[in-house]
């Protein structure tokens, strides 16, 4: 009998774990709604950027930050929330995303964007498009209305069109900045100095945003017009499921931002939600193991990886170790997270990654420097 029972509680917390989870009671100290974002990864050093520069672009993480707290505080849904605060991000030359997007090869703005509900695992991605403003919109309807998850280049940017949204000339994207940077890369290629069309200077500027809502729920989206001097229709990780973004209410919602060639092959967005998964179905079991049992070896109640919370340090080494491995295999960036049970924050092996966050705890924090908090 007790073992029947064993057998029959690994299943529960096993089918509990695979279904969209509903926490009853919030854990004492948890956060009803958390939001963090980054603008980019890279060499950001102190003295790099202009004072003015740099008061700039936390001012416009700060907006983009008090854009999406907005609607969470409010009680909207974390896949609104990143969308209110990724189109600021992309409105803005600042960052490597919408206007200000870096240059392909071929002298041409075409940029990528994706966007994942962790309560549904519905996912919705592009790459390569033109013309559409705000390619973060353009991911989400993809996820809405398209049934497909991931669509590319024209036919993305016709079902744009399809649907509605707002188009521009291409030249709207277009910066001096990032036609000087395309420049200076194609002359050091000339010169020898570089091997490789790939821009090993990282120019940050890639945008994402993770969020817990006040139903529980985590989302994740992530926009970047990829590498300068990308060709070939080379596609980074940002748009990639699994790769650059990912969220799922069962253990988090990952957005990143780096060399996009080593966040594919680890599949770090994936891989970090699936320990977290792990660890919560771990601690689920273990706490378990602890619950006294009747006669007939029935616990005195059930406990679910849903009802557990994950210790802030432990979310934190999970998500540095998958960084640390990215970094073993030669790859720079770094990721933001959210969890289902409010634990928020970022790991990054650059010297700088442009952040934020903020929480119905009222705390607010906008950073550029590794050595800030
Ligand atoms: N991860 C992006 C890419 O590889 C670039 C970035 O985050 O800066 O396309």
Redesign the pocket.
């Known amino acids: 009998m007790r073992r029947i029972w064993a057998i029959f509680l690994g299943a529960l917390i096993m089918s509990n774990a695979a279904s969209a989870q509903t926490s009853g009671d919030p854990p004492a100290g948890k956060p009803a709604w958390a939001l963090t974002i980054h603008g ?3 060499v950001i050093e102190r003295g790099k950027l202009t004072p003015e520069k740099d008061a700039e672009i936390r001012a416009a993480l700060s907006r983009a930050l008090d854009a999406g707290s907005a609607v969470l505080a409010g009680g909207g849904s974390a896949v609104d929330a990143i969308g209110a605060t990724i189109t600021i991000l992309e409105d803005d030359a600042n960052f ?1 995303a919408g206007r200000g997007a870096v240059f392909t090869w071929d002298g041409a703005n075409e940029m ?1 964007a994706a966007i994942m509900k962790g309560e549904t695992l519905e996912a919705g991605a592009v790459t390569g498009v033109t013309r559409t403003k705000n390619p973060v919109l353009l991911a989400r309807k993809v996820m809405e209305d398209s049934g497909f998850v991931f669509l590319s280049r024209e036919g993305a940017d016709q079902f744009s069109r399809e649907q509605g949204l707002e188009q521009v000339d291409p030249s709207y994207f277009a910066t001096p900045l990032r036609r000087e940077q395309l420049e200076e890369l194609k002359e050091r290629v000339a010169s020898g100095k570089q091997v490789s069309s790939f821009d090993i200077d ?5 945008v994402g945003a993770v969020a817990l809502d006040q139903s529980g729920h985590v989302a994740a989206a ?1 926009s ?4 300068t001097g ?1 060709r070939w229709g080379r ?4 748009p990639v499921i699994g790769a ?1 973004t990912y969220a799922d209410d069962r253990s988090c919602a990952i957005s ?6 080593y ?1 594919i092959r680890l599949g770090v967005a994936h891989e970090i939600c699936t320990r977290l998964r792990f660890r919560a179905i771990e601690q689920a079991a273990e706490a378990q193991a602890e619950v006294p049992v009747d006669r007939d070896g029935a616990p005195e109640r059930v406990i679910t990886p849903d009802a557990v919370s994950l210790d802030p340090r432990e979310v934190q080494d999970i998500v540095t170790g998958v960084i640390d491995e990215l970094g073993e295999l030669g790859g720079t ?1 770094g990721v933001i997270y959210a969890t289902p049970w409010g634990q928020q924050g970022w790991s990054f092996n650059t010297p700088g990654m442009y952040r934020g966050k903020a929480s119905s705890g009222g705390e607010k924090l906008v950073a550029i420097y590794g050595d800030e908090e």
């Open positions: 980019g990864a890279g490597n990528d990282m120019k940050y500027g890639t992530t970047t017009g990829g590498v990308k596609i980074g990780d940002s650059g990143a931002t780096g060399a996009g060639e966040f960036g």
